[in-house]
């Protein structure tokens, strides 16, 4: 079997990813529509609710968003706990290793979003859009679950995410999932 380095053209850093990534927006995307751009780094969360409320349990995780598809895309990977501190035997509640897919829609003049998490086989697809000064992703889950997700409380330098899921009696509306973030490198003084 032949290895990236007897075939250079097949190395991940100048074939796989130098063909997702792109180094911005793509031009034909205005900047008002660009709602997700501002995310593009990487950033540390402490995780204060995945399933269950983890208030004292003090999980951290990783958050890293770039632009891919010729910029035409904002991708992410949400990993809990970060890489560095992964260990084996960890639960589902315990640990996360997924990605989103935001794709432009000029036509519907908003964002298409996919979430995956090949671990536990979550998948949900929402439709994204600032609201005010919010970014609110609503759709559902795998299973027509309605879903909401928002990103509040957003500076240059942090945000607040939230996923909620209506319940059976289609009114309640339940936390999931609650992430405090800081973009890495980001001084937390006001």
Do not use: C
Request: aromatic letters at 10%.
């Amino acid at each position: 079997m032949n290895t990236p380095e007897q075939h250079p053209e097949n190395a991940l850093q100048d074939g796989f990813h130098a063909a997702l990534s792109a180094p911005a927006r793509a031009a034909d995307i205005d900047a008002a529509d660009d709602v997700y751009g501002w995310l593009i780094g990487s950033w540390d969360m402490d995780v204060v609710h995945y399933r269950v409320d983890l208030g004292n349990a003090r999980r951290r995780g990783e958050i890293h968003f770039g632009w891919v598809l010729e910029g035409r895309a904002v991708q992410d990977v949400w990993i809990m706990p970060p890489r560095g501190e992964r260990q084996d035997g960890l639960t589902v509640n315990e640990t996360m290793y997924g990605t989103t897919l935001r794709v432009w829609d000029p036509t519907l003049r908003a964002w298409r979003v996919t979430y995956l998490n090949p671990r536990t086989g979550q998948r949900d697809e929402l439709t994204g859009r600032r609201i005010g000064g919010e970014l609110v992703q609503i759709g559902t889950h795998a299973d027509g679950t309605p879903i909401r997700w928002n990103f509040t409380d957003i500076t240059r330098a942090s945000f607040r995410w939230t996923g909620v899921a209506l319940a059976n009696d289609g009114v309640t509306w339940t936390l999931e999932a609650e992430f405090h973030a800081r973009r890495k490198g980001a001084s937390m003084a006001k």
